[in-house]
């Protein structure tokens, strides 16, 4: 990399570790330097040379057409990263692994690779044992064991051809046994010979050769643009690799030339006895082997799939060698004849969430932000997300919960403002849009008249409440479907699926024009004066509730929908976004003498709970039916067909003890959301909304419980972390039940 930086070529270093260097550090000296000095300098002269350096960053794969997948795992509260890159020349100096040795109970505690325990002392200065056993079959075995007993190791030499060995395990320490000789080590180091990392050099389409001097697959045939260099290339002396790497860099590889490592080939021997591992993770030892060659599995491919050798997470690094090596001696042949196992990406696991690319927090799901976001922050507004949405939950300074008590106050003797841009408004057209709503709706929607509003469930097929919400028809052939604030993107997706299920396209249109209004809700017994000063030419005289009328501000379009989320009289009035803004202060303004004053959702969350109105999937679950919420007539009357209506027939729908919509009225401190209504031990339901009620002074709470509305007036136990409480099942709704405020002229 250095030598490439420096000769003026766009140089990228990816290097696994969170510190460069490899294996260097295991070394005395690197150019006469210690390797921390030696790995500095290159350091410094990569970056002054521009090269880049990425660190704790594995290249896992090698795709089409050249391109590098790289997993960038920093750790400290960093997300992972996916990067892709695609170079002119890729030099590959991925190193070689340390094999294992096959010998009776080599999956002790305490067994170990020597370049593990190279590993361990080099870089974090950790010695594995005072007293070890070193199994090994190469010359480099002796220079790492040299590193360990310069701090205080000692070592035994073992020859595993001296006779079989076998590991025994005592209750703290390893001991290895050969012959009649038997001693105690703090570990036992096994080494049998390295193994060239060719897994890029395999997905890019390189081709191996086997050298039968080194025992291992070395890089063959070179995909296009690709060098292997290094252990990677089996080239096991310093010197020498030092040397093809400055030779890689001007692009002109050395051949490969003689080496000083020498290696006995120590292979597992078929019929030996004892347990011997070869998979340390899958457990598939010597034994697995023989029995898969005897069931005739004679590819090592069918090998791997017969006993899963090499399928777990380090995807055979360890055992493949060892694998194929023990298939080969029991069918007689060759090693290279029996070959290798197909080299696929990932070449390390790789963490899902890395793949989602940018697809993250925001960049996958936005923050909706509304069109009047200014002005609530000019007033004051404190902003938090809710469903999706950043919106105001309350507006001024002090205590939060005095706040919103004051906003319910006004919206109760006056007139609450409210931002209801985020409330769905997804057109449906069409000379089909009549029969398909109708279908889509538990209720029966095709006797709706232009002009009128309908309350309405939308399910699932399971028969479960899916969304709530009103539809208008605007027309004949035109409606419009206001769902949850929440829920847009769920509706929008769930009208879209059953368009295209058996209806003709061409005659059933959906378009979610959401955010291209903005929407003011006016509630309060003073709203009407508020419509009248807002002076949008329509007759309110003739405006009954669940009733839309068009009409006009500034000259533009502006649809009032007469429907109410609080319990009082309330009209939606819906601009183009663009006029939002305009709308809201001249609301303000208009409103000031009758004690008009913005509210947030906190406060009409707590309007909502008074009237027993409710918020889809905070007081239903993924078992509420309607009937459960005393919507039964469609179950029982609706005759054509609507999505879910076979579900609700079945015996679980008519279940008796389902969980219902109930109030729960109790004295003191507003119920815990979240409690459970106990009865001999067991639950029966759970409270799913709870306020402090500034109307009524009293706590109030909304809940689920079991056989709720047979059950209105009696006394129930609700229990929360150690404590119970008492309560009484009510109705749900406690203000204006009669909806006097709610149908008033």
């Known amino acids: 990399a250095r030598s490439a930086a420096e000769a003026g070529q766009d140089v990228c270093l990816v290097d696994d570790q969170s510190v460069l260097g490899g294996g260097v550090y295991q070394r005395a000296d690197m150019d006469g330097q210690p390797p921390t000095d ?42 992972p990263r996916l990067l892709r890159m695609r170079a ?27 370049s593990a325990a190279a590993e361990l002392l080099a870089r974090y200065g950790v010695l594995v044992g005072r007293s070890l056993a070193l199994l090994a079959n190469h010359s480099r075995a002796e220079e790492t ?23 025994t395990q005592g209750r703290h320490v390893t001991g290895l046994r050969q012959g009649d000789r038997a001693r105690v080590y703090d570990a036992v180091l096994t080494s049998g010979g390295l193994t060239p990392l060719v897994h890029l050099w395999r997905h890019a389409g390189g081709r191996l050769t086997w050298c039968a001097d080194r025992q291992a697959f070395l890089p063959g045939d070179a995909p296009d643009g690709m060098t292997a260099i290094g252990a990677a290339n089996g080239t096991f002396d310093l010197d020498t690799a030092l040397a093809e790497a400055r030779a890689a860099a001007t692009g002109h590889p050395a051949a490969r030339g003689p080496t000083s490592y020498r290696l006995t080939p120590l292979w597992p021997k078929p019929g030996a006895p004892g347990r011997q591992w070869i998979d340390f993770q899958h457990d598939v030892m010597l034994k697995d082997v023989e029995v898969a060659a005897r069931e005739n599995y004679v590819s090592v491919e069918h090998l791997k799939r017969y006993t899963t050798l090499g399928m777990a997470s380090d995807q055979g690094k360890t055992a493949n060698m060892s694998g194929l090596a023990a298939l080969a001696a029991i069918q007689g042949r060759p090693i290279p004849e029996v070959g290798t196992t197909t080299f696929r990406p990932p070449y390390v696991p790789v ?30 507004a404190a902003l938090g997300e809710y469903g999706g949405w950043l919106r105001p939950g309350w507006y001024g300074e002090g205590p939060p919960e005095q706040r919103i ?14 931002d209801g841009s985020p409330l769905g408004k997804i057109e449906v057209m069409g000379p089909d849009a009549e029969a398909f709503l109708n279908f889509v709706y538990y209720n029966t929607m095709r006797t709706l008249t232009p002009g009128r509003i309908r309350y309405g469930f939308m399910l699932t097929e399971g028969g479960i409440v899916f969304d709530d919400g009103v539809l208008a028809r605007l027309g004949p052939e035109q409606f419009l479907v206001s769902c949850s604030s929440s829920h847009v993107d769920g509706v929008r ?6 368009r295209q299920d058996g209806n003709d396209p ?4 959906i378009h979610d024009a959401t955010q291209a209004w903005a929407t003011v809700t006016v509630t309060g017994p003073a709203a009407r004066a508020m419509m009248a000063a807002l002076d949008l030419g329509i007759d309110l005289d003739a405006f009954p509730h669940m009733a839309y009328r068009q009409g006009l501000w500034r000259g533009r379009e502006a649809r009032i929908a007469r429907v109410s989320f609080s319990g009082d009289r309330s009209y939606e009035v819906s601009v183009p976004a663009s006029l939002g803004a305009e709308l809201w202060r001249s609301a303000l303004d208009l409103g000031r003498d009758i004690g008009a004053a913005p509210i947030g959702i906190e406060a009409m969350s707590i309007m909502r709970a008074e009237k027993g109105f409710i918020i889809i999937g905070k007081d239903t679950d993924g078992e509420t039916m309607p009937h459960d919420l005393g919507f ?15 579900s609700l027939q079945n015996a679980k729908a008519s279940a008796a003890g389902r969980k219902q919509l109930v109030g729960l009225k109790t004295s003191g401190q507003p119920l815990p959301t979240g409690a459970h209504v106990v009865a001999n031990g067991a639950s029966e339901g759970y409270v799913t909304s709870s306020y402090a009620s500034p109307t009524l002074n009293a706590p109030i709470a909304l809940g689920l419980v079991a056989n709720g509305r047979a059950r209105l007036g009696q006394s129930v136990e609700v229990r929360h972390l150690g404590t119970t409480i008492q309560a009484e099942l009510c109705a749900p709704c406690v203000f204006d039940p009669n909806g006097e405020r709610l149908h008033a002229q």
């Open 351 to 380: 963490p899902l969430e890395l793949y989602r690319g940018h697809h993250r927090e925001e960049l996958w799901h936005p923050l909706k932000r509304l069109p009047l976001e200014a002005d609530h922050r000019a007033q004051g």
């Open 145 to 167: 064991a040299q590193r360990l007993r310069e701090v205080g190791a000692e070592i035994d030499v073992i020859d595993p051809a001296a006779g079989p060995v076998t590991a």
């Open 493 to 498: 997706q769930h009208l879209e699926a059953w």
């Open 88 to 114: 002119a020349r890729v030099i590959l100096a991925t190193g070689a692994l340390d094999r294992p040795i096959t010998f009776p109970e080599n999956d002790r505690p305490g067994v170990m690779s020597l």
């Open 405 to 418: 008590a004051a906003e319910v106050r006004t919206a109760r003797r006056a007139v609450g403002l409210f």
């Open 38 to 79: 030696w790995v500095a300098a290159q350091k410094t002269a990569i970056e002054a040379a521009g090269g880049r350096l990425l660190t704790q960053t594995t290249a896992f794969g090698v795709y089409d057409h050249g391109l590098i997948g790289l997993a960038e795992t920093h750790a400290f509260g960093h997300a």
């Open 632 to 646: 039964g007539g469609p179950r029982l009357k609706k005759k054509t067909a609507y999505i879910g209506d076979r």
């Open 506 to 509: 061409d005659r059933i249109f």
